[in-house]
């Protein structure tokens, strides 16, 4: 392959040192088959740019000069003297190696190193091995664990998490089962896509829901009732009349000076005539809270799938902060747990019992807003689930949860 010729200006419009200049002027003369001093420096002025502060400089010097390669040499370095080169610090070495990560997209995918295909993650194995090497900690398990733990997760599960040295953690990422990987990457990929896909599909429909205008009042009214957090019943479509209240009776109130309070009274209410019916959504309304069901995929329980939750939750948080969950804001499922709207338990995820006979410690039960998500997606869309498969609830001593029932 024949090299890119190099013309020197000897100001900023160079590309490149120099000194890089002089090494390739050099490797010119040789290919050429010139090696003759006189010859060398009378040459040296076609790789200069016409007009260029070089060209001047070239054209300001002695007979002597121009006809010596070795006098003119000196007078380059002269002129041009060599830039002092920076040397990295060991901790900023070790942080550049702590900082090479590699990305879930690029895995199974192959690249050009020195001309030759390889696969990513092989590449950036080696490249790897080269700063630990450059930081002198390749025969040390230094920083290993916290390159590792920046894995993509469905690498990280083909490695394993001890390793002795670097040359050991490099080997096992060269040495992955490449059909295991693809497929996994792969998996992974497409999770993300229909992900993606639903989150745009639950923006459309979210779009659609906020400039309905053709609705009558009471219909939207009656909508936003039944998607209110904590409402298992709305109110019904017939009219109804308002309950009457009972006289008013003011209970006396001691006063207290060590607890001065303010003049308040209670009022005893009748109680509701008419049981609150709760009816599921319609329409558009209901498009839109399913999908918001589907938005963050289900993980299994298995180590990597443990990994994708927490990453899930971390980012709810990051993204929402530590708010009570609506029905706007979708949370993660645990890890091998029922279907929402399945009939499981909104505190354990399981079924085969309700939730006020939930037997699961308190340390094991659904985090609170999890236990709130699952009530919510059954409050406005009912048992939509009801025949996806059943979870049981098994404790370390193989004893089975008993009972049966939906949600709460």
Request: glycine content about 6%; overall charge neutral.
């Given at each position: 392959m024949t090299e890119e010729t190099i013309i020197f200006c000897g100001d900023s419009n160079d590309t490149t040192s120099p000194q890089n200049?002089?090494?390739?002027?050099?490797?010119?003369?040789?290919?050429?088959?010139?090696?003759?001093?006189?010859?060398?420096?009378?040459?040296?002025?076609?790789?200069?740019?016409?007009?260029?502060?070089?060209?001047?400089?070239?054209?300001?010097?002695?007979?002597?000069?121009?006809?010596?390669?070795?006098?003119?040499?000196?007078?380059?370095?002269?002129?041009?003297?060599?830039?002092?080169?920076?040397?990295?610090?060991?901790?900023?070495?070790?942080?550049?190696?702590?900082?090479?990560?590699?990305?879930?997209?690029?895995?199974?995918?192959?690249?050009?190193?020195?001309?030759?295909?390889?696969?990513?993650?092989?590449?950036?194995a080696a490249k790897v091995l080269r700063l630990a090497k450059d930081a002198q900690v390749e025969k040390t398990n230094n920083l290993i664990w916290f390159v590792r733990d920046n894995l993509p997760s469905v690498l990280k599960d083909l490695v394993p998490a001890t390793h002795n040295t670097w040359f050991d953690f490099t080997k096992a990422i060269t040495d992955v089962p490449l059909e295991k990987l693809k497929e996994k990457a792969e998996k992974e990929r497409k999770s993300q896509e229909d992900s993606n896909k639903l989150k745009i599909r639950l923006q459309q429909l979210e779009r659609q829901v906020a400039t309905q205008r053709t609705a009558p009042v009471d219909?939207?009214?009656?909508?936003?009732?039944?998607?209110?957090?904590?409402?298992?019943?709305?109110?019904?479509?017939?009219?109804?009349?308002?309950?009457?209240?009972?006289?008013?009776?003011?209970?006396?109130?001691?006063?207290?000076?060590?607890?001065?309070?303010?003049?308040?009274?209670?009022?005893?209410?009748?109680?509701?005539?008419?049981q609150q019916q709760r009816q599921p959504l319609t329409g558009e309304a209901r498009q839109l809270m399913i999908a918001r069901t589907t938005l963050l995929p289900q993980h299994e329980d298995t180590p990597s799938g443990r990994i994708a939750y927490d990453a899930q939750v971390r980012e709810w948080l990051a993204t929402h902060g530590d708010v009570r969950v609506t029905e706007h804001t979708p949370y993660p499922l645990r890890p091998g747990t029922g279907m929402v709207?399945?009939?499981?338990?909104?505190?354990?995820?399981?079924?085969?019992?309700?939730?006020?006979?939930?037997?699961?410690?308190?340390?094991?039960?659904?985090?609170?807003?999890?236990?709130?998500?699952?009530?919510?997606?059954?409050?406005?869309?009912?048992?939509?689930?009801?025949?996806?498969?059943?979870?049981?609830?098994?404790?370390?001593?193989?004893?089975?949860?008993?009972?049966?029932?939906?949600?709460?």
């Open positions: 200049f002089i090494s390739f002027f050099m490797r010119s003369m040789i290919a050429a088959g010139c090696n003759d001093d006189t010859k060398m420096a009378r040459n040296f002025k076609y790789y200069l740019r016409t007009g260029s502060e070089a060209d001047e400089w070239y054209q300001n010097l002695g007979a002597l000069e121009q006809n010596s390669w070795c006098l003119l040499e000196a007078e380059f370095n002269r002129q041009w003297e060599p830039v002092a080169i920076v040397k990295k610090t060991q901790q900023e070495k070790e942080q550049e190696l702590s900082k090479c990560k590699l990305e879930m997209d690029e895995l199974g995918k192959t690249i050009k190193v020195g001309g030759l295909d390889t696969y990513t993650h092989v590449a950036w219909d939207l009214v009656a909508q936003v009732q039944r998607m209110t957090i904590g409402n298992n019943t709305n109110q019904s479509r017939a009219p109804v009349a308002p309950a009457q209240r009972a006289p008013v009776t003011p209970t006396p109130i001691t006063h207290n000076p060590l607890n001065p309070i303010r003049n308040i009274r209670y009022v005893r209410q009748q109680p509701r005539t008419q709207c399945s009939g499981e338990c909104f505190r354990c995820g399981g079924h085969e019992h309700l939730s006020r006979d939930c037997v699961v410690p308190d340390e094991s039960k659904l985090p609170q807003k999890e236990t709130l998500w699952r009530s919510i997606c059954f409050t406005t869309l009912g048992s939509m689930n009801r025949n996806a498969p059943r979870v049981m609830v098994v404790f370390a001593d193989e004893e089975e949860s008993q009972g049966n029932g939906e949600g709460l």
